[in-house]
């Protein structure tokens, strides 16, 4: 039974003073700390094992494989894919995004056809989206919201046209920390035989994912979201969509055979592996998600989303203030009467507290709300009732410099 004390206890960066002040690390969405553990894993690498891996019939770099290879099982496991090679390493969910797009776009979308993203989504599933869209043609259908800023379901069924090929959609908002109905999501599109992506970056730390009850056809995901480090992700796909689709990056590892004339290509998941991996990373992403394991994800969720609920609830109390959507995860978003977030941000900033202020990489849904940004505040498992407190009077603070 672990406590919030014994779990902060991991994570030695919160025990800092910014600026004078116990720091207050409430910008878990943009990117998780990490434990001590993860921290080691990495630091094990390089003092003890480090060798290139895959190529090497030397000692290190059989250990270095075998580490790698043994955290995609733990990634297959976490995510409940149904084999290990559906789970390819990219350097994060706009990587894995980017691959959907590239390659299955160009292996079986022609102009014309068309792509339903949804009003919610963070640039990264929606740029690479435009590029192919600039690239062969193709259309975008977009979801909108219904006035209380959930995805608009009705209007979804109708977009379904024999033009669709993909829906492509994230699972939980980074801006408004609701989860969407993904199962029924994908239920529809897979109705009109349509392949659903999700863009798990916002849903893996806090909720536990099953891609193969799901039966999502890709799940995308950010290691440094769930205390790994940065530049290693996850894309999951199913078999049979990996299989048909033409490579992404050429190079070393995804190759069976390379002659001037002609290249083979190596079997799943290498093919999508072009180059040297982020063995390091993967290895620590492993080492993440086994923590994550530690603690269990539903307990993680449970209190994360005690936090919010009581978060939301102290919000309410404060003049002028407007939440937006239902946040039922483990992120809230706001604004209070016309002052600036930026300026709410920068006085929290003075107080220790950290929060995320702007447009979240979600400017068409801030142009939807019709505002400027937001201030987020978004938790993690070592998050305490106590810095919502801090938070709180921070807040205040702000108001009553501003307001
Ligand atoms: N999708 C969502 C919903 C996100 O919140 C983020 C990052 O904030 C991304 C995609 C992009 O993740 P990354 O920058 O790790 O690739």
Redesign the pocket.
């Known amino acids: 039974m672990f406590t919030t004390d014994d779990i902060r206890k991991e994570f030695p960066i919160l025990a800092q003073q910014v600026h004078g002040k116990p720091l207050v690390y409430l910008d878990n969405?943009?990117t998780t700390q990490k434990p001590q553990c993860v921290i080691d894993a990495i630091s094990e690498v390089y003092t003890t094992y480090n060798a290139n891996v895959h190529r090497g019939v030397h000692h290190l770099s059989q250990v270095a494989t075998e580490a790698m290879e043994s955290a995609r099982t733990t990634v297959q496991q976490f995510i409940g894919a149904e084999q290990r090679h559906e789970i390819i390493f990219t350097?994060?969910?706009?990587?894995s995004?980017n691959l959907v797009a590239s390659s299955f776009g160009e292996t079986f979308l022609k102009s014309g056809d068309e792509v339903i993203i949804s009003a919610l989504?963070?640039h990264?599933?929606i740029v690479p989206w435009q590029l192919l869209r600039d690239r062969i043609g193709i259309e975008l259908r977009i979801i909108p919201l219904t006035e209380e800023c959930s995805l608009d379901l009705e209007a979804y069924r109708r977009v379904f046209n024999e033009r669709t090929k993909l829906v492509s959609v994230?699972h939980?908002?980074?801006v408004l920390g609701i989860t969407n109905p993904i199962k029924e999501i994908i239920d529809i599109a897979h109705s009109h035989d349509v392949p659903v992506l999700i863009?798990g970056?916002?849903s893996t730390p806090h909720i536990k994912v099953d891609v193969k009850e799901l039966d999502a056809d890709f799940f995308?995901l950010?290691g440094?979201?769930v205390y790994a480090p940065t530049g290693i992700?996850v894309l999951y796909g199913k078999e049979k969509w990996l299989e048909a689709m033409r490579p992404y990056h050429g190079g070393g590892e995804m190759i069976k055979s390379v002659r001037f004339e002609k290249t083979t290509y190596n079997e799943l998941p290498y093919k999508f592996e072009a180059g040297t991996p982020d063995y390091t990373g993967i290895i620590a992403l492993g080492k993440a998600l086994e923590w994550v394991n530690s603690i269990g994800i539903e307990k993680i969720a449970a209190h994360e989303h005690a936090l919010t609920r009581y978060a939301v609830e102290q919000l309410q109390r404060i003049e002028k203030m407007r939440i937006f959507g239902n946040p039922d995860g483990a992120a809230v978003s706001f604004l209070i009467g016309d002052i600036h977030p930026a300026d709410i941000g920068t006085i929290l900033d003075h107080l220790g507290i950290a929060v995320r202020t702007g447009h979240?990489?979600a400017q068409p849904l801030m142009d939807y709300l019709g505002i400027p940004g937001t201030v987020r505040a978004s938790f993690a498992a070592y998050n305490t009732k106590e810095e919502v407190d801090i938070l709180i009077k921070g807040i205040q603070r702000a108001v009553k410099m501003f307001g």
């Open positions: 969405a943009a350097r994060g969910t706009t990587e995004i989504e963070h990264s599933n994230a939980v908002s980074n863009d970056a916002q995308a950010s440094h979201k992700g979240h990489c």
